[in-house]
C-alpha cells in the first residue's frame, strides 16, 4: 500500500504578536468570514504579523512516519493544526485521506471529578468512538495504563503520570488512523511505559502515515523514516536520512557566552583538535573521535595559585563531562600569576550525536572561589548515524563463541 | 450505532483544507453541519453526562442550586411587593403565583441563553487541540439546560399545586412551549457565542442586557397596558413566550398564540444562522487561543 494520504501544497499560516491586535484580528476574519470572503482576500501581513508557517508543501504515504524537528517557534505545531482541520490554512492547499488520530491532548475531556472508568468513556467519546467499542476493549485499556485497582477513584486523585498513562492508552487502544498525529506525546512517563508506547505506535504506523513533533531526537531517530527541519516557519531540509536532519537541528542551537566569577582571572582563547587536525569551521565531529583542547588563559597577579576545570554542557546547559585538569603526578595543576596555555588531552568523544559547549572553570584551590567561570565556549557538534539513548555512546566490540 | 463504526466500511473520507470560506459552497457545509449533528450525538450525551456528574458529585444541595436563584428572586420580589415598597398592578392571578412562575421561567430562559458561551468557552482547551464535531459542545449544553427544566418545571408544578391552581388539559403543550423558550434562549445565546468567545466584554454586556430584557418582559410584574412601556413590551419577542408558558401552567385560557409561534418561526430562523455562524467562525477563534 503506497497510497498518498497526507497532501500539503504551498501552505501558509500567519499569527500575530500581541493578544491585543491578535483579538482585533480575529474580530476582522471573523467578519470577513462571515461575509463569505474567508481567509483568501489577504494573503499578505498586517501590522505585527509574521509567517508563523510559510510555503510548505510535502505528500506523505503509507507506511512513512515524517518527524518534524525545530526549535520552539519555528512552526511545528500550528502546521499539525493544520493538518487537523482545527485552523485553516492562509494560502495553500491540505488534503488527508482517511480516518485521522490524533495523539495531541491527552486525556482529552478528562472530569477531575469522575472515576478513571467514567473518563475513558468521555475520552473515547472525544476522539468519535462510541459505547460499545469501549466496552469490548476496556480491559485492555486498564491493562495498558497499568491503572490496576486505581480505575474506580477519581481521576483527580491520580498522580500525573497515571493520568497521562489512561490518557494515552484510551487513544493507543482504540484507534485505528489511516493519518496519524503525534505532538510530543512520548515525553510522559516513565521509560518502562515510553518504550511500551513506542511499540503500540510501531505497530499503529505499519499501516498508516504518521507525523511525529518532537524534541527528543532518540524518538525522531528510532522512530521516523524521513525527517523535516522547520525554521520559522519555512521547511530547510527535508531527508530520509535522520541523522543529516538531527544535526541540522543541533545545529541550530545557540549556545550563549556568559562569564562569571571574580574577575581574577580570564580564560582568554578554546580551540579544539578533532583527530590530528585543528577542527575546521562548524563542521561537526564524529562520534569516537580522539579530542584536545587548548586552552588559553591568565591569571591575575592577585592569586597565588589557581586550579582550572574544563566542562562539557548539553544544550540545556546540564554539566556532561568534567576535565579536571591535572599535572603527570595527578595532583591539582596549580598555575601561578601569568599567561598560560594548557593543552588538554579529552580521550575519544563518546557523546551521543547533539549540540554541545565547553565551561571554563579558573578557581582557588582551597576556598573553591571562581576567579572565572565561562560558558557555552566553543560549541561543537557530535555526528553519528544513529541517536542512542544514552548521553555517552561507547560501542562494546564483544567477541562471541556459539 | 456511532459513525465511526460506520465508517470503517464506506470509502475513505477526504478532507480538503482551504483558505476559502466553507459558507461559499453552502451545500456541502450544510452536508457536514447535519452530518456533525448526527455523529456528535454520543458525544453530547458523554460530555453533558460528565458535566451532570461532576456538577452533583462536588455539591452536597445538588439539584436544589438550579432552584436557588429563582427561588431568592421570588422571595425578594414577594418581600418588595408585600411590604409595600412597589405597588404591583393586579396580575389577574395570586402575586406568590404569578412571580414564582415568572422567575422560574425566566431562569430557564437565562439557561439557555448563557449556556453556547459557557460550554464553548469551558471546551477550550479540547476545541484548541481536537477536531472532533463542534455540535457536540452546543448540544450537551442543551442536553443539560433541558434536564434542568424538566426539574424546574416539575418543582413549579408542585409548587403551584400547593398555591391552589390546578392546570387543566392545555398543561399537556407545557413541554412544547417550554421547548419555545429553549429555543429562543439558545438561539440569542450562540448568536453572541463567536464574538463572546474573542472578547470577554460580549459575556458581561450581554448579563446586563439580560437584566434590562428581564425588566421588559412580564416576568415579576404584568406588561403595562398603555404608554411608551407597553410599546416596548410589545415589541419584546420573549413577552408571548413566557406569558404563553404561565398561561399554561396556571390554567388560563392562553394569550396571542399567533405571536407565540411567529417568535418561534423567527427564533429556529435566528438558531440556524447563528449555528452556521458558530461552525465558520470556530476556526479563526480557535487560532486565537493557545494551543
Not at chain 2, 412544547?176 to 464574538?195: K, M, Q, S
Not at chain 2, 399554561?248 to 440556524?272: E, H, K
Request: hydrophobic share 50%; charged share 15%; with cysteine.
Amino acid at each position: 500500500m503506497t497510497d498518498t494520504l497526507v497532501q500539503v501544497e504551498n501552505v501558509s499560516k500567519k499569527f500575530c504578536r500581541g493578544l491585543r491586535r491578535s483579538l482585533w484580528y480575529g474580530m476582522r476574519d471573523l467578519s470577513s468570514e462571515l461575509a463569505g470572503s474567508g481567509n483568501a482576500g489577504h494573503a499578505a501581513l498586517r501590522p505585527d504579523e509574521f509567517w508563523a508557517v510559510k510555503d510548505v508543501g510535502f505528500a506523505l504515504r503509507r507506511g512513512e512516519c515524517l518527524g518534524l524537528i525545530g526549535h520552539n517557534g519555528a512552526g511545528k505545531t500550528t502546521l499539525l493544526r493544520m493538518l487537523n482541520g482545527l485552523i485553516r490554512p492562509d494560502c495553500g492547499r491540505i488534503e488527508v485521506r482517511g480516518r485521522v488520530g490524533a495523539l495531541i491532548a491527552l486525556g482529552a475531556g478528562f472530569s477531575p471529578v469522575l472515576t478513571g472508568r467514567e473518563n475513558i468513556y468521555v475520552n473515547a467519546a472525544v476522539m468519535g468512538l462510541g459505547r460499545r467499542k469501549v466496552d469490548a476493549r476496556i480491559d485492555e485499556i486498564i491493562e495498558f495504563a497499568e491503572i490496576g485497582e486505581f480505575i474506580d477513584m477519581p481521576v483527580q486523585n491520580y498522580s500525573s503520570g497515571m493520568s497521562v498513562r489512561l490518557g494515552f492508552s484510551v487513544a493507543a487502544v482504540l484507534i485505528e488512523p489511516d493519518v496519524l498525529f503525534l505532538d510530543e506525546v512520548l515525553s510522559v512517563g516513565d521509560i518502562g511505559f515510553t518504550v511500551k508506547c513506542l511499540n503500540r505506535l510501531r505497530q499503529l504506523a505499519q499501516r498508516s502515515a504518521v507525523i511525529l513533533v518532537s524534541h527528543n531526537m532518540q524518538h525522531v531517530s528510532s522512530f521516523c523514516t524521513r525527517v523535516m527541519v522547520l525554521e520559522k516557519g519555512a521547511i530547510t531540509l527535508d531527508t530520509e536520512d535522520a541523522a543529516l536532519a538531527i544535526d541540522r537541528y543541533f545545529d541550530l542551537v545557540r549556545h550563549e557566552r556568559q562569564v562569571s566569577g571574580t574577575g581574577a582571572a580570564q580564560v582568554l582563547d578554546l580551540t579544539l583538535q578533532a583527530g590530528a587536525a585543528p577542527l575546521a569551521g562548524t563542521a561537526p565531529i564524529p562520534r569516537g573521535t580522539p579530542v584536545g583542547a587548548s586552552l588559553e588563559l591568565e591569571v591575575g597577579a592577585g592569586c597565588p595559585a589557581a586550579e582550572v576545570l574544563l566542562y562539557i554542557h548539553d544544550e540545556a546547559m546540564a554539566p556532561l563531562v568534567c576535565f579536571p585538569v591535572q599535572d603527570a603526578a595527578g595532583r591539582s595543576l596549580l598555575l601561578p600569576p601569568g599567561r598560560h596555555r594548557l593543552d588538554i588531552p579529552l580521550g575519544p568523544l563518546e557523546l551521543n550525536s547533539g549540540k554541545y559547549s565547553f565551561v571554563a572553570v579558573v578557581r582557588d584551590p582551597d576556598t573553591h572561589t571562581a576567579f572565572a567561570r565561562v560558558q557555552g565556549l566553543h560549541p561543537f557538534r557530535v555526528f553519528s548515524d544513529a541517536t542512542y539513548w544514552g548521553r555517552i555512546v561507547r560501542p562494546a566490540p564483544t567477541t562471541h563463541e556459539p | 450505532m456511532s459513525a465511526n463504526e460506520r465508517s470503517d466500511m464506506s470509502p475513505p473520507v477526504v478532507r480538503v483544507y482551504t483558505p476559502e470560506s466553507p459558507l461559499r459552497q453552502p451545500v456541502g457545509m450544510l452536508r457536514g453541519m447535519l452530518a456533525d449533528l448526527l455523529a456528535s450525538r454520543e458525544l453530547a450525551w458523554r460530555l453533558a453526562l460528565r458535566d451532570l456528574r461532576a456538577q452533583y458529585r462536588q455539591a452536597a444541595l445538588g439539584l436544589l442550586w438550579a432552584l436557588f436563584l429563582p427561588l431568592a428572586n421570588t422571595a425578594v420580589w414577594l418581600f418588595v411587593q408585600g411590604s409595600g415598597i412597589v405597588a404591583i398592578r393586579d396580575t389577574g392571578l395570586p402575586y406568590p403565583v404569578f412571580v414564582l412562575s415568572g422567575t422560574l421561567l425566566w431562569s430557564i430562559f437565562m439557561d439557555a441563553f448563557n449556556a453556547p458561551l459557557q460550554q464553548s468557552n469551558a471546551a477550550r482547551p479540547m476545541l484548541a487541540r481536537i477536531n472532533f464535531p463542534r455540535e457536540a459542545i452546543l448540544l450537551s449544553g442543551l442536553i443539560q439546560v433541558l434536564l434542568n427544566a424538566a426539574v424546574k418545571v416539575a418543582v413549579l408544578a408542585a409548587a403551584l399545586l400547593f398555591l391552589g391552581v390546578v392546570p387543566d388539559w392545555q398543561a399537556a403543550f407545557i413541554p412544547l412551549a417550554l421547548l419555545g423558550l429553549v429555543l429562543a434562549g439558545t438561539a440569542l445565546g450562540l448568536l453572541v457565542t463567536p464574538v463572546g468567545m474573542l472578547y470577554t466584554d460580549i459575556g458581561r454586556a450581554a448579563a446586563v442586557a439580560m437584566q434590562f430584557l428581564m425588566f421588559l418582559t412580564p416576568v415579576v410584574y404584568p406588561a403595562p397596558t398603555s404608554g411608551w412601556a407597553a410599546e416596548l413590551f410589545r415589541l419584546n419577542p420573549l413577552a408571548p413566550l413566557i406569558q404563553i408558558l404561565r398561561d399554561l401552567l396556571t390554567g388560563v385560557p392562553p394569550g396571542d398564540l399567533g405571536a407565540f409561534l411567529s417568535v418561534c418561526g423567527a427564533m429556529a430562523v435566528l438558531l440556524c444562522l447563528a449555528w452556521t455562524a458558530y461552525r465558520a467562525a470556530m476556526p479563526i477563534l480557535i487560532e486565537r487561543m493557545s494551543a
